[in-house]
């Protein structure tokens, strides 16, 4: 229930900020007695898939610490965290980041996730189930894999191809919904039912093509990450943390807002793995063996 809660908060929040841009900046609607005013439609387009995704990101570390109930460390209360945190710092200042805020949620099975829309304050929280389950040394290599996503800018890249993706969709579907309006259903008097439904389904389907893209991108950046990890401390510590979450018997779960940042996703097959997050665990174990990083780091 809080899940849903947060999650309407901040899509109403994104609404209201788009709507009053759009009257800001004085967009006239985009649908006129004549037709489709497109450069209206593209302003109209952009301001929301673009300013959707960057907003979304701008608000991704609070939605992201309400959503997981990650709690940041403010002050290490035990060895485990003042060994957290020291171990962030190392890998943000070998990194050449700002050090992220850290935090800890509660939740079984071994996950962690970083994200925030700079890479010198970023956040990065870690599950208690991989503090629990996991040594040192796979945490470390854990760790490294979220700051190599902070320092490789892969949210903005994210959030930015989100947003162009978002801007097609939002065009394209309107302007089928026009097309099947008044060419294919002959309705000369506005813009009638069939405009509407049209650009629904339009948006659906070709959301759900577009989304295609972002989750090969999001695919291609946890081998780079990985890639930033075993540079960070060896390719045999980064193997041995993929590994571990090979071998847990809990599959990975993060609410959907912020699944794409943890670092292990669910196991997909067929079609289904062209709508995953994240690439199958063994084939990234076989590219990091493959690779010609050290197989220790201090």
């Known amino acids: 229930m ?11 929040a994104i609404l209201i900020v788009l709507s009053t841009t759009l009257r800001i900046l004085g967009v006239e609607p985009y649908l006129t007695p004549y037709g489709i005013n497109y450069q209206s439609l593209l302003i109209f387009a952009a301001i929301f898939g673009m300013g959707g995704a960057f907003i979304s990101l701008a608000l991704s570390k609070w939605t992201a610490k309400r959503l997981t109930g990650a709690k940041a460390i403010s002050s290490p209360g035990n060895e485990t965290e003042a060994w957290l945190v020291r171990t962030v710092s190392d890998l943000a200042k070998q990194s050449r980041i700002g050090t992220p805020e850290v ?6 099975d071994m996950n962690a996730f970083a994200t925030g829309m700079r890479r010198n304050n970023a956040l ?19 760790l490294a894999h979220e700051v190599a996503h902070i320092a490789n800018g892969d949210m903005i890249t994210l959030a930015l191809i989100q947003g162009v993706v978002n801007t097609f969709v939002i065009f394209l579907s309107r302007v089928i919904g026009y097309v099947v309006d ?32 972002v989750f090969w991108f ?26 571990g979450l090979k071998a847990s018997i809990r599959q990975p779960h ?30 990234r174990i076989k590219a990091l063996q493959e690779s010609q990083y050290p197989d220790y780091k201090p």
């Open 2 to 12: 809080r899940r849903v809660f947060y999650f309407l908060i901040t899509n109403i």
């Open 103 to 108: 935090a800890i949620y509660l939740a079984d």
């Open 124 to 142: 990065v929280a870690v599950s208690s189930g991989l503090l629990r389950r996991m040594d040192r040394q796979q945490s470390r290599a854990v």
């Open 182 to 213: 008044r060419v294919i259903l002959k309705n000369e008097r506005g813009h009638g039912i069939g405009f509407w439904i049209t650009t629904i389904i339009a948006e659906i389907m070709l959301a759900i093509l577009a989304s295609i893209i």
């Open 218 to 243: 999001s695919r291609r950046r946890e081998y780079r990450a990985d890639s930033g990890a075993a540079d960070m401390v060896g390719k045999k510590p980064m193997i041995g943390a993929l590994e």
């Open 254 to 283: 993060l609410p959907d807002k912020i699944a794409a940042f943890g670092i292990s996703g669910s196991k997909r097959r067929g079609i289904a793995a062209l709508f995953a997050t994240h690439p199958d665990l063994d084939d």
